[in-house]
């Protein structure tokens, strides 16, 4: 188990109160292993990946929990450790590329920053060695001319590629995507999961990417955990999360996936009626309840515990959540 | 019904007064197209493919260089947008809706939910006075799935989705006839994507609508659209319902972009062919096809395309497979 | 609001300067009530007399009183106290009248001396001849420099507000055209603007107010320099209005309104300015204090406010100021002081409003 979250807590102090982000998150990566973190916006699931680089802003809240890397828990880190640790051991991309990059800056010359932070002694012409055969490896074109160009001189796709780039220059050995494709086209999104997936397997490189689109990260994740208002709902191997959900909710979601070749005049789409909860009061019980075709009395009264039958989930209702389930409503 | 007659459109790459240059973007280069009433028509492409400038040629934000856009509404009265004063302007406006992708950004974060709907309203000849106008909004706001009490809300306050309802329903409060929809849900999460889509979809029964529906992911459109156009370098690629896009793609670019629609279902990842023409970056200063090739289109029903079934048109043009310069 | 107050309690500083601003502006607007003399008040036999209020004597005891003083020195204006003679000052006393406002005819002061005193020279208001009280001293003509201080703040505290609503106004109506119309609209006022910027701002306004008359009233010549000092300060804020407008005009909520039909003045004034409202709102306060200076200046070269008005200004004017003077009469200073304390103010205040509606520093606090 090379990353281990367990139990995770966090919340912020904000103006308007307490804002619980983050209320049980309990996810697993393995070496070589790409975990998909699934939600919607507001579920926690960038809180989560971002706490795992302790990259929270001052007003956030570690309430519970722990985060274990290497089967140490990141907290007990020393600041020294810390800075080894963030870009060092672990990598994370954003997902605007633009804002990630400083303007004023050549990629080159952020490439080499970040190569000599890790390792001060390199040569100038190491440097450019080792950021050439980066960009290359990355699929960037003509990288030893484009080094002295500036960010706003490429597209999104190709930034993006840029920054994967970057963020292997300390040879991480988990890297986390925080919505890399969610601002690029369906075909250059395609073109970086190919990349991430060579990355993996090339590298042996553990990827921890975050998105809100099931059907996309369903192509190259080994592992799914499915995230809801603050909680992990479910997670497990990739396959059998989608073939045999044992929540709702995830069932709910694969029922509302857009696929090529479902027009409206065949079937109207099922959607998930309702909103997410308010992260601000968060009610007793299951999260999903309100909008859950199966909810019981029961589900309202606690927060489901996690339960192991099958793979990792929490609601008390037993059994795989078939096709039929979500259209009880 | 919305028609477009071999539309060209290029800007101009100056970079001030005193540094003339010859140099354009050319983005939209030569498309024949038509929304029929009642249809939804979906425009389909890569960005930079010239959709969302096409999409803007319809409400005159930009002027057309050649070819023009011309609409019908349902009486029959007939309007040359390019050519249209300043009144015929305003009337076309108010028939034929333009709404933005980021309800972030489009709706203003000062003014109220109220006054956001009934703003135009106000400036139109059709002002009812503001109790009427309150109460067409109570009704148009209810009608896409929001409260009446929200009226007096700020956009803050919504989510992206009901920020984009908000945003549909202003764009409802003249009656209009044709929505444009430039990729209106290409910025909310996939769960709540569905959910708008489904809403449109009602509102085209409900108003009796045209849409032009912009996106550039396929799967978005095969879902909602009657009709399907594929763009890419401002040229029409491919045409066709979308039950027989569905079933069979022909053009090259078409197989390219259903490529990279991620399937749940498909099991193994399809490694994506990279870009179409496997250049890395396209030159958008360089027009995509040559004076001789524009020639021989003159006769063309549609210009540059091939009719392959009654209402499926594919381009003679890129027809290459994928990976291979033209 | 709520929130304004509660980030003015977590910010001393400028919950100080706020609480400053209040006392001063609410003792401007009551001048006639708190200030025991009119500014014009003279008292010819105790040009220079330093201030006499005390708290304790041993006579009188506990209690604010005044000690008398004698003239020894008619050369250098020197007074010596005469032991054990005090007058008591007493609050709410009826002292000379006035009219608040200019309308509410009344006679009580916050505080005065009732003792009779007996004075032969002309420029005495009649009812009322007791013995001065100086809080802060007296000027060459023995007028109270405590009342002309606070007749003064008047002008001093208010021509701030109007010069900054006249140049804010033209800041906004030219930056608002040239940043949305761009082009030759823009070209225009850009050039005018920079033609008030090139021409420098002490000389123009030196020569507009020389050239017109000085025999204007106190009110006109107010509002004369008033305008002067904001034509020469538009250019900046115009400056930086129009490069707003121009970032503003492209976001896509301004392309609805134009596609709604909306007229492009609306468009322009009630779409666009008001998101700029915290700009604009921090750019007044820290421009007060810019205006008080001026008036200030003009006022010390003898050029802005003049006899019989009064204001911070004029009251720092040569006459009073020279080296020899503030040596021997240092409560001169005192209407520097008021206005240092009045330019930091509003800077704090400026200073917690721009924090307030930064939105990368909002997100930072912790409740």
């Known amino acids: 188990m090379l990353l281990e979250i367990e139990d995770l807590h966090i919340s912020f102090a904000t103006e308007r109160g307490r804002l619980y982000a983050v209320r049980g998150a309990d996810m697993v990566l393995e070496e070589g292993e790409i975990l998909g973190i699934v939600g919607e916006s507001g579920s926690g699931k960038s809180v989560t990946a971002h706490s795992i680089l302790r990259?929270?802003?001052?007003?956030?809240?570690?309430?519970?929990?722990?985060?274990?890397?290497?089967?140490?828990?990141?907290?007990?880190?020393?600041?020294?450790?810390?800075?080894?640790?963030?870009?060092?051991?672990?990598?994370?991309?954003?997902?605007?590329?633009?804002?990630?990059?400083?303007?004023?800056?050549?990629?080159?010359?952020?490439?080499?920053?970040?190569?000599?932070?890790?390792?001060?002694?390199?040569?100038?012409?190491?440097?450019?060695?080792?950021?050439?055969?980066?960009?290359?490896?990355?699929?960037?074109?003509?990288?030893?001319?484009?080094?002295?160009?500036?960010?706003?001189?490429?597209?999104?796709?190709?930034?993006?590629?840029i920054m994967i780039a970057v963020s292997l220059a300390s040879n991480p050995r988990v890297l986390i995507a925080d919505e890399p494709t969610t601002a690029l086209d369906v075909t250059i999104q395609a073109g970086i999961m190919d990349l991430l997936l060579r990355l993996k397997q090339e590298r042996n490189l553990s990827i921890v990417f975050i998105t809100h689109n099931l059907a996309l990260i369903s192509t190259i994740a080994d592992r799914i955990a499915v995230m809801y208002a603050g909680l992990v709902l479910e997670q497990g191997p990739t396959r059998e999360v989608l073939d045999a959900p044992r929540h709702p909710y995830t069932r709910a979601l694969l029922n509302s996936l857009l696929t090529f070749g479902h027009h409206y005049t065949t079937e109207r789409l099922s959607v998930i009626p309702g909103t997410v909860p308010d992260p601000y009061r968060p009610e007793p019980g299951c999260p999903f309840a309100p909008r859950c075709p199966l909810v019981t009395e029961e589900c309202r009264k606690a927060v489901p515990p996690l339960v192991q039958e099958g793979h990792p989930h929490r609601c008390i209702l037993p059994g795989v959540k078939g096709e039929d389930y979500a259209r009880v409503r | 019904m919305l028609a477009f007659a071999d539309v060209h459109k290029r800007f101009g790459l100056q970079a001030g007064f005193f540094a003339p240059e010859n140099r354009y973007v050319y983005a939209v280069n030569g498309?024949?197209?038509?929304?029929?009433?009642?249809?939804?028509?979906?425009?389909?492409?890569?960005?930079?493919?010239?959709?969302?400038?096409?999409?803007?040629?319809?409400?005159?934000?930009?002027?057309?260089?050649?070819?023009?856009?011309?609409?019908?509404?349902?009486?029959?009265?007939?309007?040359?947008?390019?050519?249209?004063?300043?009144?015929?302007?305003?009337?076309?406006?108010?028939?034929?809706?333009?709404?933005?992708?980021?309800?972030?950004?489009?709706?203003?974060?000062?003014?109220?939910?109220?006054?956001?709907?009934?703003?135009?309203?106000?400036?139109?000849?059709?002002?009812?006075?503001?109790?009427?106008?309150?109460?067409?909004?109570?009704?148009?706001?209810?009608?896409?799935?929001?409260?009446?009490?929200?009226?007096?809300?700020?956009?803050?306050?919504?989510?992206?989705?009901?920020?984009?309802?908000?945003?549909?329903?202003?764009?409802?409060?003249?009656?209009?006839?044709?929505?444009?929809?430039?990729?209106?849900?290409?910025a909310l999460d996939v769960s709540i994507q569905g959910q708008i889509l489904n809403l449109l979809l009602r509102l085209r029964e409900e108003y009796r609508l045209s849409l032009l529906f912009i996106a550039h992911d396929l799967a978005v459109v095969s879902y909602i659209c009657d009709r399907v156009g594929v763009m890419y370098r401002g040229l029409l690629m491919e045409e066709a319902p979308t039950k027989e896009l569905i079933a069979n793609r022909h053009h090259p670019y078409t197989r390219h972009l259903y490529a990279a629609v991620p399937q749940v279902e498909g099991g193994a990842h399809q490694k994506s062919a990279g870009t179409f023409e496997g250049l890395d970056e396209i030159d958008t200063t360089v027009p995509p096809l040559s004076p001789e090739e524009y020639r021989a289109h003159a006769d063309d029903e549609r210009p540059g395309m091939d009719r392959v079934a009654p209402e499926h048109f594919v381009s003679r043009h890129y027809g290459r497979e994928p990976g291979t310069a033209r | 609001m709520k929130k304004f107050l509660r980030r003015l309690a977590r910010r001393p500083v400028a919950g100080i300067s706020v609480t400053i601003l209040l006392i001063l502006y609410l003792s401007m607007a009551f001048a006639e009530f708190l200030a025991p003399y009119k500014p014009t008040t003279v008292f010819r036999d105790h040009a220079f007399h330093p201030p006499n209020i005390t708290f304790y004597s041993h006579t009188l005891g506990f209690g604010p009183q005044v000690q008398k003083r004698v003239l020894v020195d008619r050369l250098n204006w020197k007074y010596v106290r005469v032991r054990g003679e005090y007058v008591r000052v007493h609050l709410f006393v009826h002292g000379p009248e006035y009219k608040m406002w200019g309308v509410i005819p009344s006679d009580l002061h916050l505080f005065g001396t009732t003792q009779p005193y007996v004075e032969g020279s002309a420029g005495w208001d009649k009812g009322g001849r007791t013995y001065p009280v100086y809080l802060f001293g007296a000027d060459n003509l023995g007028r109270d420099l405590f009342s002309r201080i606070l007749y003064g703040s008047r002008i001093s505290l208010t021509i701030g507000f109007v010069g900054i609503a006249i140049s804010l106004t033209l800041a906004i109506i030219f930056g608002g055209l040239a940043g949305y119309y761009g082009g030759t609209v823009d070209w225009i006022i850009m050039r005018l603007s920079e033609f008030f910027i090139l021409i420098p701002g002490l000389y123009m306004i030196l020569f507009l107010r020389s050239v017109l008359s000085r025999d204007l009233d106190p009110g006109q010549s107010f509002m004369l320099i008033t305008v002067i000092l904001s034509f020469v300060g538009w250019p900046g804020s115009a400056r930086l209005v129009r490069g707003m407008v121009h970032s503003i005009k492209r976001e896509d909520f301004i392309t609805a309104a134009q596609l709604q039909g909306i007229p492009t003045l609306a468009i322009i004034f009630r779409q666009i300015i008001p998101?700029?409202?915290?700009?604009?709102?921090?750019?007044?306060?820290?421009?007060?204090?810019?205006?008080?200076?001026?008036?200030?200046?003009?006022?010390?070269?003898?050029?802005?406010?003049?006899?019989?008005?009064?204001?911070?200004?004029?009251?720092?004017?040569?006459?009073?100021?020279?080296?020899?003077?503030?040596?021997?009469?240092?409560?001169?200073?005192?209407?520097?002081?008021?206005?240092?304390?009045?330019?930091?103010?509003?800077?704090?205040?400026?200073?917690?409003?721009?924090?307030?509606?930064?939105?990368?520093?909002?997100?930072?606090?912790?409740?």
């Open chain 1, 55 to 161: 990259l929270l802003p001052s007003n956030g809240i570690y309430s519970g929990g722990d985060i274990r890397y290497n089967d140490r828990s990141i907290f007990s880190l020393s600041t020294q450790e810390l800075r080894k640790f963030r870009g060092g051991e672990i990598s994370i991309i954003f997902q605007e590329p633009g804002r990630s990059f400083d303007p004023i800056y050549s990629i080159g010359r952020t490439m080499a920053e970040t190569l000599l932070l890790h390792e001060p002694d390199l040569t100038e012409d190491e440097i450019r060695e080792r950021s050439v055969a980066l960009l290359q490896e990355t699929n960037v074109p003509h990288p030893a001319d484009r080094l002295s160009n500036f960010p706003h001189q490429f597209s999104g796709g190709l930034l993006q590629r």
């Open chain 2, 31 to 186: 498309v024949t197209l038509t929304v029929g009433d009642n249809e939804i028509y979906g425009l389909v492409g890569e960005s930079g493919c010239g959709k969302t400038t096409l999409a803007r040629l319809a409400v005159r934000m930009y002027e057309t260089n050649q070819g023009d856009v011309s609409f019908v509404d349902r009486h029959g009265a007939r309007y040359q947008v390019g050519s249209a004063g300043k009144r015929e302007l305003r009337l076309i406006r108010s028939k034929v809706k333009y709404i933005f992708q980021d309800p972030a950004r489009s709706l203003n974060p000062r003014m109220s939910i109220e006054d956001v709907l009934t703003i135009g309203y106000r400036y139109s000849p059709f002002w009812p006075g503001k109790r009427q106008a309150r109460k067409e909004a109570e009704e148009i706001l209810t009608d896409v799935g929001l409260q009446a009490s929200d009226l007096d809300r700020r956009p803050a306050d919504f989510s992206g989705g009901q920020r984009q309802r908000i945003a549909i329903a202003r764009a409802l409060m003249l009656k209009p006839e044709v929505l444009i929809c430039d990729e209106v849900v290409s």
């Open chain 3, 275 to 367: 998101q700029m409202s915290s700009i604009l709102i921090v750019s007044i306060t820290l421009g007060i204090p810019g205006f008080i200076l001026g008036e200030t200046v003009l006022s010390y070269l003898g050029l802005g406010i003049v006899d019989p008005a009064v204001s911070w200004g004029s009251l720092i004017n040569r006459e009073i100021t020279s080296l020899s003077n503030l040596r021997n009469f240092p409560w001169f200073l005192y209407p520097g002081l008021f206005l240092l304390i009045t330019t930091l103010s509003f800077n704090f205040l400026g200073d917690l409003l721009r924090d307030i509606f930064d939105p990368y520093f909002r997100d930072r606090k912790v409740t």
